[in-house]
């Protein structure tokens, strides 16, 4: 980071402006461009008329953008945008980054949001370090302090609910951490310049209604994502009754075939608060939007933050491809896409590692008698 700690420094700059110019999706949520005569910041995606060189600033992290009065893009949608890894080199970076990144993917997690959720002297106490130290150290790495950073996180999620469904606002408020619609609405109008209805009707019609039907929303991540592999690993490893993973066919795959694997289906329960959330989730892939459409059971509405989280997590989609490659492309020359796999549930992954080593993946998903 520069010494300013809110834009890049003007090599970089030059390279966020030819990345912006050529709308290279690899760097989508590394950085963020702000445009000073229109007061907006975008995705470097974004399509609209590509702004003068003048006029741009460049942002590693929403907050920041946000923090300097610029607002969201309506039309490419900073939200969707994959979040910055966060990747830390332990035997390189100093000790103040890599704590700084830590509090962030912490504050990144819904769980941190709400108003009676950890806050960051819960955060510090986590990271082993004091209230004050924390604060001067995350301002000093993203030129935020970490509520700024958490505002913006609870907003941008705010706004992608506000789009991408028919949630009432209530709901919305309240998904995104916040107490009240009240407090929900004037920092929307603070922060946007638009109240939450005002966005809705200027994004017209959502996919999801959220009124009894499946919500839908949708995921950035940075290309090149070999879906056909990671849905690959999860058919392998589907158990009957929790999850199937289907083929372009609408079937299950062929023996001794390499089958097009399309989408994953499967139950998913989430304790919150002392209530328990049951439903079901979809994931599909839109490749040539670089995209992932999620679409989960109302049932799952009033935590879809953390369902987005976990799927975010369980196809690692804020991975980034570059980084990847030069590590293993030497071994992988023809592995472009690929990531590792994660889980939508802590415990569940550490049931299927311990059945899995002591029997086999195909009888650990098909034998009731080595579950019990």
């Known amino acids: 980071m520069p010494a300013d700690h809110h834009s890049t420094d003007s090599l970089e700059s030059d390279a966020c402006y030819l990345a912006m110019k050529t709308h290279d999706a690899r760097f989508d949520g590394s950085f963020f461009t702000a445009v000073t005569s229109t007061g907006i910041y975008c995705r470097p995606v974004c399509r609209v008329k590509l702004p003068r060189r003048e006029n741009c600033r460049f942002f590693r992290h929403a907050a920041q953008a946000e923090a300097a009065g610029f607002r969201p893009c309506l039309r490419c949608r900073p939200e969707l945008a994959p979040r910055a890894s966060g990747a830390a080199s332990w035997s390189t970076e100093d000790a103040s980054r890599i704590l700084a990144q830590q509090a962030a993917r912490l504050i990144d997690e819904p769980d941190a949001w709400s108003e009676d959720g950890p806050g ?18 995350f301002e000093s790495q993203f030129g935020v302090s970490p509520l700024q950073y958490l505002q913006t996180r609870r907003l941008l999620a705010a706004k992608q609910l506000i789009a991408d469904t028919r949630l009432p606002m209530t709901q919305v408020a309240l998904a995104s951490g916040f107490a009240s619609v009240r407090r929900f609405n004037a920092a929307f109008l603070e922060h946007y310049g638009l109240n939450p209805s005002a966005l809705r009707r200027a994004g017209g019609e959502a996919d999801g209604s959220g009124q009894g039907k499946a919500i ?13 592999a990671m849905l690959g690993f999860f058919a392998r490893r589907a158990l009957r009754g929790v999850e199937v993973v289907s083929t372009s066919d609408g079937k299950g795959p062929a023996k001794g075939s390499k089958p097009d694997y399309v989408e994953l289906t499967r139950t998913l329960r989430i304790q919150q608060g002392g209530q328990a959330h049951a439903g079901w989730l979809q994931l599909r892939f839109d490749l040539q939007r670089e995209q992932m459409l999620l679409a989960v059971s109302d049932s799952l509405a009033a935590v879809l933050p953390i369902v987005i989280s976990r799927a975010r997590a ?43 080593q002591q029997i086999t993946v195909a009888a650990a998903r098909t034998d009731r008698k080595s579950v019990v």
């Open 120 to 137: 960051a002297a819960q955060i510090a106490a986590r990271l082993g370090v004091s209230d004050r130290h924390l604060r001067r150290i």
């Open 216 to 228: 839908e929303v949708r995921l950035g991540f940075r290309p090149p994502y070999d879906a056909s």
């Open 314 to 356: 369980m196809f690692d989609l804020d991975a980034e491809p570059m980084a990847i490659n030069a590590a293993l492309h030497a071994a992988f020359p023809h592995g472009d896409g690929l990531r590792v796999p994660g889980t939508v549930d802590g415990f569940e992954l550490a049931v299927r590692a311990v059945l899995g």
